[in-house]
């Protein structure tokens, strides 16, 4: 009886190696980047999420439930402050660069990317965004530039790249330059690459068996979610596209996965916004979740983010949080701020400050589910005044020039909200890093953007 004991415990020992033998390198490798996302992004979102429930406590997002968590620092070599494509440069190639350079280093010699790496040894790879697909975090994955705006030309390194997938807003500038007269439209350098571009859902879903596949919708960004409509394109969706797409491939894959709005938002001081993008890109990520469940031998799924923005605080003096008035909102501040315009142009000088305040209502639940005061609706009502008589000046942020009036309102809702904010930049705080299968045990600790690639490098080279 003994021995069958040890020879069952050998038996089982042997069966455990056998085990960890198989589990070699990943043959999926997924990277999630929340542009703008620090630690008090993910806790908001899910103390938002409670609040909703009634109670003060927190609904875990899936990233959370991950189980290996570290911080990564983000300064570049210029700025003590990251900009999103020094950032993107770090986290897509392993190495620092200075604020505006675009996988290139400081002395502006081209970088090799995570992406472009696997795609060289037959790995297919997808790029996908909230964003714009030429938009600073996606193109560090694939351009080299100093100027992350000139998006033709990184338009062009995007095609050059050969990458299998690319899904967000499309191209923001593809027509030929005016100074290159020998230049050619990006949709036509695209096609003539062999992609298929779709311009919806359905269009990428018939396009599954596509050689390379681009799915795109016109505009800055995709709508963040509190604006978007059944018709657009949405993170989670394509999210969900691009893994079939890539894995039908039928080879290794690298996807990366960019929840890019949740900056835009804090650029704007816009708490609802930026909170619930983060809780939309935590539904992207449930998707990938869902196929690491499916292949949790051979996948390897790292969460992060490029940098904090807008010094977001989940406090403005006091011990309480009110973040279920944020659940009122039901536009982006961008949004309100162009409704406002909209309807100040409609109507002229006949504007009342009861039709812009109705507006305001329906846009945050002031009035109407948060109380304002006497001396609350007077600043705004004095605000609208100014507007009037062309007086005010407008809020200039990085993505967005808003209307003072809207942006007081936001504020004002974020006041109620008890949510703080140190500015329109970005910020020096650490980063959250959730890290989940074959290998994501290295991402624990407090470490620098650029340790990411080279620790999911050696991994992949086991
Ligand atoms: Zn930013």
Redesign the pocket.
């Known amino acids: 009886m003994k021995r069958l004991c040890m020879l069952l415990v050998a038996v089982m020992c042997l069966g455990i190696a056998g085990v960890s033998s198989v589990v070699a390198a990943p043959k999926y490798v997924i990277y999630v980047i929340g ?2 996302m620090s630690p008090n992004h993910v806790m908001g979102a899910e103390m938002y999420l409670a609040e909703l429930e009634g109670r003060i406590g927190r609904v875990p997002l899936r990233m959370t439930q991950f189980p290996y968590t570290g911080f990564l620092t983000t300064y570049s070599v210029s700025n003590a402050i990251t ?2 494509s020094a950032a993107g440069t770090a986290l897509a190639t392993g190495v620092k660069t200075r604020n505006g350079y675009e996988g290139v280093d400081t002395l502006k010699q081209p970088l090799t990317s995570i992406a472009t790496l696997l795609h060289n040894q037959d790995w297919a790879v997808g790029i996908l965004t909230s964003a714009s697909i030429d938009h ?1 975090t996606p193109a560090s994955f694939y351009t080299h530039t100093t100027d992350r705006n000139d998006y033709y030309h990184i338009g062009q390194d995007l095609v050059r790249s050969d990458f299998d997938f690319f899904g967000g807003a499309a191209f923001q500038h593809p027509g030929v330059p005016e100074n290159e007269p020998n230049g050619i439209d990006l949709y036509a350098m695209t096609e003539r690459a062999g992609y298929v571009v779709a311009r919806t859902y359905e269009e990428g879903e018939a396009a599954l068996e596509a050689d390379k596949l681009m799915v795109v919708q016109d505009g800055v960004s995709l709508p963040y979610e509190i604006n978007t409509s059944k018709e657009d394109l949405h993170l989670p969706e394509l999210t969900s596209l691009a893994l079939r797409f890539l894995e039908s491939k039928d080879r290794p894959f690298f996807l990366m996965v960019e929840g890019g709005l949740i ?2 938002a ?2 704007g001081n816009d708490g609802a916004t930026s909170l619930r993008e983060t809780v939309d890109m935590d539904r992207a990520v449930e998707v990938i979740y869902q196929f690491y469940l499916q292949h949790a031998d051979e996948t390897l799924v790292v969460i992060t983010a ?2 904090d ?1 807008g010094g977001f605080a989940l406090a403005n003096g006091g011990y309480k949080l009110n973040l279920q008035a944020l659940q009122y909102q039901t536009m982006s501040s961008d949004y309100l701020t162009d409704s406002i315009r909209a309807l100040h142009t409609q109507r002229g000088e006949d504007l009342t400050w009861e039709e812009v305040r109705d507006l305001i209502a329906r846009a945050t639940g002031l009035y109407t589910h948060t109380n304002v005061s006497d001396d609350e609706d007077k600043d705004l009502h004095k605000s609208f005044d100014r507007m009037m008589r062309r007086e005010d000046s407008d809020v200039k942020t ?2 967005k020039s808003y209307n003072r009036l809207g942006s007081a309102a936001i504020a004002l809702l974020n006041a109620k909200a008890h949510l703080g904010w140190t500015s329109h ?2 910020s020096a705080a650490p980063v959250p890093v959730f890290a989940i299968g074959v290998g994501a045990e290295d991402f624990v600790g407090w470490y620098d953007n650029t340790e990411i690639v080279p620790r999911m490098m050696k991994i992949i080279n086991e």
Request: hydrophobic residues 20%; contains cysteine; proline residues 0%.
């Open positions: 542009d703008g900009c999103s600073a900056d835009w804090n650029h490029d940098h923005c990085m993505y930049s970005h």
